[in-house]
């Protein structure tokens, strides 16, 4: 269980503004930051949690990264499931790859599993209100 558990309570609760640097993305090493750069994040963030040994997460990550990294509205969170056991659990994450998509410091969507391009492209379009230009786009055109 978190050490801080209230005090990471409280302040998914409510949001603290913090300043922004654009097309941030960035590997989570332990509770304080994650606290500092999910929670408190000014734009919404996806928390990307994998597993070196999962396949699917190999071909998930770099996706996520594709598709965010051009972002200035989106951040990317990613969170190896074994070196960080306290948010695992205190996230509920029962099976990677899962993606949680973390806005004004609140959990706003979580996606367990390997998933359909399309369903997080329309994750990130909701969350940032711009629309996404993925390799399907460009096939239909």
Not at 97 to 113: D, F, N, R, T
Request: glycine share 2%.
């Amino acid at each position: 269980m978190l050490r801080n558990t209230t005090k990471l309570s409280s302040i998914l609760v409510r949001h603290v503004s913090s300043s922004y640097q654009k097309n941030k993305q960035f590997e989570i090493n332990n509770n304080d930051e994650f606290v500092r750069k999910v929670i408190k994040s000014s734009v919404p963030v996806i928390v990307n949690f994998h597993a070196e040994w999962c396949s699917p997460c190999k071909i998930l990550t770099p996706k996520l990264i594709e598709l965010i990294g051009p972002m200035d509205k989106l951040d990317l969170a990613i969170v190896n499931l074994e070196s960080n056991p306290e948010l695992v659990h205190y996230f509920e994450v029962k099976a990677v790859p899962a993606i949680v998509a973390i806005s004004s410091g609140l959990v706003v969507h979580k996606i367990v599993g390997f998933t359909n391009l399309e369903i997080i492209e329309n994750l990130i379009q909701k969350l940032t209100n711009t629309p996404i230009n993925s390799e399907n786009d460009k096939r239909e055109a």
